[in-house]
């Protein structure tokens, strides 16, 4: 059998190259599959401990020949983090929950091989389902270790707004990370550098604590965003508009804080003809307003109603709850479907990501919890 590079793996596509080596795209000849291929100079020796786990990409093959040395990972697909990040800027939201994936490698990295890596957006590989993996997990950058949430901000800041040519100081970088956000930027400001100031106070044997304690502060603070944001939706007909789509569940909240606000308001003198126009419209508001009311599927009345026509069955079962299917990454179509199948009702909001369009992003509530059938399931799809 055929073995080493060029005769075996055969690089397609060169995606970076640095100081380290290159990163190829290419292909197994035998296999007849495709593969990322990091090629350094023989001279640059690695070391034997590689970290290993869900965070990597892991390694097939290595091996040298007379010149280089190489390393076969396996490709999933995808694109580098640095390539993605040129294609769209993220929101504060969108870097935060990728920052949640950048410390749970940085909890695998001190497990497996300690500290020291290197991470970078040409170090780590963005999958098409959103998950990020490590390219090359064996070099080891002393420079790294005691620096690694300084390194995380300035790589959600590069995610943000882009190339910067120098090295801005951190607390610029929080800085501007905070203004991003629309809300209160006090309690962003202060929460990033709450984050900050802990890796500066941070001794070596409470590295993991530290680790631990920041990804308990990003997902509040993920949360805290989407909560706000959430709740600033409804105020605002026109963004609920763009933004939200719904399968019909937002209608009659919607027609129903038009009517008010029409009603609220004063009518100046009318004309006899103007005012049976609006008369018109008055009542078929009220008529729309009504029978989008009639079709509302959650009360305790139609609860009721329907134990009573199947004998108790069917309240036992809104009793116990539903248990909600995994629809995370599955189409719209899919998810639909899926949750149909369980009963269940749906909205759905898009939101912007790298994933393919129509993808469902994330689901609230989480798969496996149990719920009555009278509520309705979240999900985010991507637009």
């Known amino acids: 059998m055929k073995k080493g590079l060029y005769e075996r793996y055969v690089p397609d596509m060169l995606l970076h190259e640095d100081e380290i080596g290159q990163l190829h795209r290419g292909h197994d000849k035998i296999l007849k599959r495709d593969v990322l291929l990091y090629i350094f100079p023989r001279r640059s020796s690695y070391p034997e401990c590689m970290m290993h786990g869900s965070s990597v990409l892991q390694i097939l093959d290595r091996g040298e020949t007379e010149n280089e040395a190489f390393v076969v990972l396996e490709y999933i697909p995808g694109l580098l983090l640095g390539t993605a990040a040129k294609s769209r800027a993220l929101s504060l939201k969108e870097a935060l929950g990728m920052a949640r994936q950048f410390v749970q490698i940085l909890q695998e990295a001190s497990q497996t091989k300690g500290r020291g890596l290197l991470f970078t957006k040409n170090n780590l590989w963005l999958t098409e389902t959103g998950e990020v993996k490590v390219i090359n997990s064996w070099a080891v950058s002393e420079e790294a270790v005691g620096r690694e949430i300084s390194d995380m901000f300035r790589l959600m800041h590069y995610m943000m707004f882009g190339e910067v040519k120098i090295e801005l100081p ?69 963004e609920e508009g763009k933004n939200t789509t719904s399968h019909g569940l937002l209608s009659a909240p919607l027609k129903t804080r038009v009517h008010v606000e029409a009603k609220k308001r004063k009518v100046p003198g009318l004309s006899p003809k103007r005012l049976a126009a609006v008369a018109l419209v008055a009542i078929v508001c009220v ?9 509302k599927p959650s009360s305790a009345k139609s609860v009721e109603t329907i134990s009573q026509e199947t004998g108790g069955q069917q309240s036992e079962e809104n009793k116990a709850g539903v248990e909600v299917p995994d629809v995370e990454g599955l189409s719209l179509q899919e998810a639909s479907q899926k949750l149909s199948e369980s009963g269940l009702r749906y909205k759905y909001y898009l939101e912007s990501s790298f994933f393919k369009k129509g993808t469902v992003l994330k689901q609230n509530p989480k798969p496996g919890e149990k719920i009555p059938r009278v509520e309705v399931v979240e999900l985010w799809v991507s637009e």
Request: proline residues 3%; glycine residues 2%; positive net charge.
């Open 170 to 238: 951190l607390e610029q970088v929080i800085e501007e990370m905070s203004l991003s956000y629309p809300g209160d930027l006090f309690i962003i400001r202060k929460s990033l550098r709450a984050i900050w100031r802990r890796e500066q106070k941070n001794r070596a044997e409470q590295y993991e604590r530290m680790l631990a304690q920041t990804l308990e502060d990003i997902t509040s603070l993920y949360h805290y965003i989407k909560k706000t944001q959430a709740g600033l939706r409804p105020f605002s007909v026109q």
């Open 287 to 295: 008529v729309a307003f009504a029978f989008a009311q009639n079709d």
